[in-house]
């Protein structure tokens, strides 16, 4: 039987003798149920395979968060390196070590 069997099922039952509340709860879940199905559907993620893939994309995104949080900090390196550099340029120069040496 199917979820659309089901769901018409128990609104028939609920018409037929009332709206109990174990009928009520039963067809709000199933509905829900069915819901959820045509939504992934819709989604292209109804399929067997669609854990396999999403678990993919977690991965993925994984390894694109550690490559930019890298070049983040490997931008932040280079850029302290060369401002290190250029401070140590400068007291060379207000030194005058370049007299020194020439």
């Known amino acids: 039987m199917t979820r659309e069997d089901m769901l018409a099922r128990l609104i028939a039952q609920a018409d037929a003798q009332g709206g109990d509340?174990?009928?009520l709860r039963a067809i709000v879940e199933e509905s829900s149920e069915l819901g959820a199905k045509r939504v992934l559907d819709r989604l292209g993620l109804g399929d067997p395979s669609?854990?396999?893939?999403?678990d993919e994309l977690r991965e993925l995104l994984s390894a694109w968060?550690?490559?930019?949080?890298s070049a983040w900090k490997a931008a932040v390196e280079w850029l302290t390196?060369?401002?290190l550099a250029?401070?140590?340029?400068?007291i060379a120069v207000r030194l005058g070590v370049g007299e020194m040496l020439g």
Do not use: N, S, Y
């Open 21 to 23: 509340l174990v009928t």
């Open 86 to 90: 250029a401070l140590l340029i400068g």
């Open 65 to 69: 968060r550690d490559a930019k949080a």
């Open 50 to 54: 669609a854990q396999d893939d999403i």
């Open 81 to 83: 390196r060369g401002v």
